[in-house]
């Protein structure tokens, strides 16, 4: 566009102004986060979707992960197919920087993990107090316990309905993932954290069958 910035890839940018910018055209690369939501919720709920509209080499680690998990999942182009297993294997995970497991899908994975088979340790690498959410997830039957930078979290047979309230963007999605499979009826407050993040989100539940309502 014409721009003048100096810095890419340091820890100081530098911008000097010009007089006018060029048009472009551009096109905004897919949420990796959202894909890979998606992807921990047909896990979840041991089924088979398609995710389009996605870009392989941002998702590699998630992919990998969920194959761990005994997930099959077939690429092709830019959508990924999952078919799920009926019990998913535990796994342990650590969040590195980019291209590593990014640390935004934590708490999405770690919901995945609750319902395991097996014991799975997650290691948060990144940020500091990430496992806020996980007190909500004990709520509903989880078994997690938090020890620094690591979660164990021991696999449960059922997750159970409960008022629970998001405490973050990722940590809310995360709960409505774990309401998909808890039996009974979960009521999550503090949502406009999640809808920030994720567009028609209930929309997207719904035409998966998932029985949602926005109050």
Do not use: W
Not at 140 to 145: P, Y
């Amino acid at each position: 566009m014409g721009s003048k910035i100096k810095g890419a890839g340091s820890s100081q940018i530098e911008v000097q102004g010009v007089k006018q910018l060029k048009d472009v055209s551009y096109n905004i690369m897919p949420d990796r986060i959202e894909a890979g939501t998606f992807l921990c919720l047909a896990a979840i709920n041991n089924s088979h979707i398609v995710v389009k509209n996605i870009n392989e080499e941002h998702i590699t680690p998630i992919i990998d992960k969920l194959e761990e998990t005994g997930c099959k999942l077939n690429i092709k182009k830019s959508q990924v197919e999952i078919i799920a297993p009926k019990k998913i294997k535990a796994v342990n995970i650590k969040t590195m920087p980019y291209p590593g497991f990014p640390t935004d899908m934590q708490s999405i994975f770690a919901t995945l993990l609750t319902i395991a088979k097996g014991s799975s340790i997650i290691v948060e690498n990144i940020f500091e107090n990430r496992y806020k959410y996980t007190q909500e997830l004990i709520r509903m039957g989880a078994k997690i316990s938090i020890e620094g930078k690591a979660a164990l979290i021991k696999g449960v047979r059922r997750l159970y309905g409960a008022n629970v309230k998001a405490t973050d963007l990722r940590g809310g999605a995360a709960l409505v993932i774990a309401a998909t499979v808890a039996k009974g009826i979960t009521k999550i407050e503090n949502i406009e954290y999640i809808l920030r993040g994720y567009e028609k989100f209930d929309m997207k539940l719904k035409k998966l069958g998932a029985e949602i309502q926005l109050n």
